[in-house]
Structures are given as C-alpha cells and as structure tokens.
C-alpha cells in the first residue's frame, strides 16, 4: 500500500471531540475493493469515510491515472473521559470481501478541556440528533446571577456619590442592586419577571415587579436611571426611553455593540449573545447616541467588555457600549 496523513502531523494537538483527518490511500491491486478507510483508538471505531476523491498532487508524484480516487478526509470523535494526554491513532483499510488492513498508526496530543462543559455543551453529545431551531439555540435562558465588574465601576463614576436614588430597570437579580446599596445608594430594582423578584424578596432586595410598559413612578422621583442590557430587549424603545426621562434625569445605559459584526467578519464568526432571539434592537454607538438624544440633552457613549477574539489585524474588540444621558 502507499499511504500518507496529512493531517493532522505526528503529535499536533487535537480536540478529541472533533479529530480532522486528510490522506490518502492507494491499495495496490486490491484498490478497486477498497470500500472505507476507518480510524480507530483503544479498540474504539472514531470515524470513517466510504468516500474516495482523486488527489491530482498524489496521481502526479506516483504517475497513477489523474481519475483515481485515493483522497479520503474524515471527522472522528474520542470521548477521553480518561484525561490521557494523548492517542494513538490507527487507520484501516475496509474491502468489499470483508477484510481489513491497518496502514497507518499516528499519535497526537489532545486538548485538556472538555467543551461538553461549556454552556450549549450538549450539541457535542453524538446522541443527541434532534434538528436544533433558532429559538432553540438564540434563546434568552435563564436569568444570571453575576454581572460585568467593568460596568459595575462605569455605573459607580458616573452615578455620582452617595446617597443617590436609583431605579435600575430590569434589574434582574440585583447583581448592581447589592453593590450600589452597599455603596450608601437608595436602590430600587424594577423587573418584569415574577421568578426574579421572588428570588430578589428572598435576597431582602427593594424591588417593584412592573409590567414592562409603564413604570408606576412619579416624576423626576430617582436621580438616576440606570438599564443594563434591557433596550435590546424593547419593542418600542422610544417610547420607553420617554418614560425613563419622565422619572430621571440622568440614564446609565448599556447595551451589545453590534458594531463588532463587521470586524469579526474575517474570522468568520458572530458572538452568540449579539443574535439572541429576544433581541428587537441592535446598536452602533451612533444609533444609540441619536436615539438617546430625543430624550436627554447630553449624551455620551463609550465602549467596555474587550473580547475573547481580536480583529484579523490584531485590534482590540469591545462586546458592550455604555451611555451616559443627561438633560
């Protein structure tokens, strides 16, 4: 036989959930027959492929007909619940008559993490076969208990100093709530949830469950505002932003910066939290800054929460804007 992987190389580093696989294979006499090429580890079948394409490089280095299908590229999955640091990796050669042939072995490294781990990890479980939808998959989920330390210090410089009366909209689970109150501030969450706010009584945080619409508050009755990531959220956001004003005069605010859609673009990828499926509104600094300008006089925006991934050139990224409106 006359083989070659060309990948990945001897001991290149592997997720062993997803094992990329190109080679060729040409089984001599016995090529017309060859059906499959299998790779295995400890004894397990990871992933085969029945489908052969002609590599014009291979046909050109070993004169075979420029038609032959020798190519072969499969995607194997190797459940290491062991942890081992690495594999060793055995391809075999399937004929029509039954038999097998074992033409190569090649080690690699494997990764440490698990990613079946990570939030959405069931989409790694081979049993799980179920068409996923949109809403399946760029849903809201539950509500998170934590919150962003960045924001949290750009909500503290510009709230102002102690005792200020805050309404924070769609407060959740009080993250900012529980930081600002210990910081001397007379806080009040609002929220439209009914689970949140049982969870925010239990917690002994002051809170008003409201119905998303209107807020039962009296004029200019808080110093300050604030609504972190929940406009994204608004059906209409002018209105709501009318009905903020009504009751504050200064707006802390923050919400995805859509504006990384663009840069990421090389790289192929969109943040997932960018595209979720209850999101109504998507925000450039200049959209936000001009809707927020039908309500408050002054208006700034700045950006915070650097991400994972740069842009192909190597720049920093922010996943969030934050604004700061005042009359």
Same mark, same amino acid.
């Given at each position: 036989?006359?083989?070659?992987?060309?990948?990945?190389?001897? @001991?290149?580093?592997?997720?062993?959930?997803? $094992?990329?696989?190109?080679?060729?294979?040409?089984?001599g006499?016995?090529?017309?027959?060859?059906?499959?090429?299998?790779?295995? %580890?400890?004894?397990?079948?990871?992933?085969?492929?029945?489908?052969?394409?002609?590599? #014009?490089d291979?046909?050109? !280095?070993?004169?075979?007909?420029?038609? +032959?299908?020798?190519?072969?590229?499969?995607?194997? &999955? &190797?459940?290491?619940?062991?942890? !081992?640091?690495?594999?060793?990796?055995?391809?075999?050669?399937?004929? %029509?008559?039954?038999?097998?042939?074992?033409?190569?072995?090649q080690?690699?490294r494997?990764?440490?993490?698990?990613?079946?781990?990570?939030?959405?990890?069931?989409l790694?479980? #081979?049993?799980?076969?179920?068409?996923?939808?949109?809403?399946?998959?760029?849903?809201?989920?539950?509500?998170?208990?934590?919150?962003? #330390?960045?924001?949290?210090?750009? $909500?503290?410089?510009?709230?102002?100093?102690?005792?200020?009366?805050?309404?924070?909209?769609?407060?959740? @689970?009080?993250?900012?709530?529980?930081?600002?109150?210990?910081?001397?501030?007379?806080? @009040?969450?609002?929220?439209?949830?009914?689970?949140?706010?049982?969870?925010?009584?239990?917690?002994?945080? #002051?809170?008003? +469950?409201?119905?998303?619409?209107? +807020?039962?508050?009296?004029?200019?009755?808080?110093?300050?505002?604030?609504?972190?990531?929940? /406009?994204?959220?608004?059906?209409?956001?002018?209105?709501?932003?009318?009905?903020?004003?009504?009751?504050?005069?200064?707006?802390?605010?923050s919400?995805?910066?859509?504006? $990384?859609?663009?840069? /990421?673009?090389?790289?192929?990828v969109v943040?997932?939290?960018?595209?979720?499926?209850?999101?109504?509104?998507?925000?450039?600094?200049?959209?936000?800054?001009? +809707? @927020?300008?039908?309500?408050?006089?002054?208006?700034?925006?700045?950006?915070?929460?650097?991400?994972?991934?740069?842009?192909?050139?190597?720049?920093?990224?922010?996943?969030?804007?934050?604004?700061?409106?005042?009359?």
């Open positions: 036989m006359h083989f070659n992987i060309d990948r990945p190389a001897a @001991l290149a580093l592997c997720d062993p959930l997803a $094992i990329r696989i190109e080679g060729w294979l040409f089984a006499q016995r090529h017309a027959a060859l059906i499959a090429v299998e790779m295995l %580890a400890e004894g397990q079948v990871l992933g085969e492929s029945r489908f052969f394409f002609p590599r #014009p291979v046909a050109a !280095a070993h004169r075979f007909p420029p038609s +032959l299908g020798t190519g072969f590229s499969l995607l194997g &999955f &190797f459940d290491n619940r062991s942890g !081992a640091d690495s594999l060793s990796l055995e391809f075999r050669a399937c004929f %029509a008559d039954g038999t097998t042939e074992t033409f190569a072995r080690a690699v494997l990764i440490r993490m698990d990613h079946r781990r990570n939030h959405y990890g069931g790694l479980v #081979p049993g799980e076969t179920k068409l996923r939808h949109r809403a399946q998959i760029y849903s809201s989920g539950p509500s998170v208990d934590g919150g962003s #330390p960045e924001c949290l210090d750009l $909500i503290r410089r510009y709230v102002g100093p102690p005792p200020r009366r805050v309404l924070d909209i769609g407060c959740g @689970l009080g993250f900012y709530g529980k930081h600002l109150r210990s910081d001397g501030h007379d806080w @009040l969450g609002a929220e439209v949830k009914e689970s949140d706010c049982a969870e925010l009584a239990r917690r002994g945080l #002051p809170h008003q +469950l409201v119905d998303g619409r209107k +807020l039962p508050f009296a004029e200019n009755c808080f110093d300050t505002a604030i609504c972190i990531e929940v /406009l994204e959220h608004i059906e209409e956001p002018d209105g709501f932003l009318a009905e903020v004003r009504r009751m504050a005069p200064r707006l802390l605010i919400v995805p910066n859509i504006e $990384i859609i663009p840069c /990421l673009q090389p790289h192929l943040p997932w939290h960018l595209l979720e499926a209850d999101h109504k509104n998507f925000f450039t600094r200049w959209s936000l800054r001009a +809707l @927020l300008a039908h309500h408050y006089q002054r208006v700034e925006v700045v950006s915070y929460g650097e991400a994972p991934l740069r842009t192909a050139e190597g720049t920093r990224l922010d996943y969030h804007l934050f604004a700061i409106a005042s009359v």
